[in-house]
Nanobody, 125 residues
Framework: QVQLVESGGGSVQAGGSLRVSCVAS????????MGWFRQAPGKQRERVAA????????FYADSLKGRFTISRDNTKNTLFLQMNSLKAEDTGMYYC??????????????????WGQGTQVTVSS
């Protein structure tokens, strides 16, 4: 069956960095757009970043450009999110998700087919 398993979350001080990962299985990973979303307590799930099946195209939420970098390794069915200069408002549960083609990099959560369970990121100020 399809599985998306996130890892790499944790607690970090403001200004620090974290890299979260997501390992996919059970479907043809290289044929899907992949995305990262996050959800803070009491807030809606929001887009963070997305990447095309080949990895050549990416999308970022405007507020995160320049601090976060999404990448993928199709040989290892793995998605990454490098987060730098973290702020307290980056705190939340981070989810990876897969969207079948034809996919839209700026799509919202409802367009994604598969979801992981999430990994918690906590940034203290």
């Amino acid at each position: 069956q399809v599985q998306l398993v996130e890892s790499g979350g944790g607690s970090v001080q403001a200004g620090g960095s974290l890299r979260v990962s997501c390992v996919a299985s059970g479907y043809t990973y290289s044929s899907y757009c992949m995305g990262w979303f996050r959800q803070a307590p009491g807030k809606q799930r929001e887009r963070v970043a997305a990447i095309s099946p080949s990895g050549r195209s990416t999308f970022y939420a405007d507020s995160l450009k320049g601090r976060f970098t999404i990448s993928r390794d199709n040989t290892k069915n793995t998605l990454f999110l490098q987060m730098n200069s973290l702020k307290a408002e980056d705190t939340g549960m981070y989810y990876c998700a897969a969207q079948s083609i034809p996919c839209a990099l700026d799509a919202g959560p409802s367009r994604y087919n598969y979801w992981g369970q999430g990994t918690q990121v906590t940034v203290s100020s």
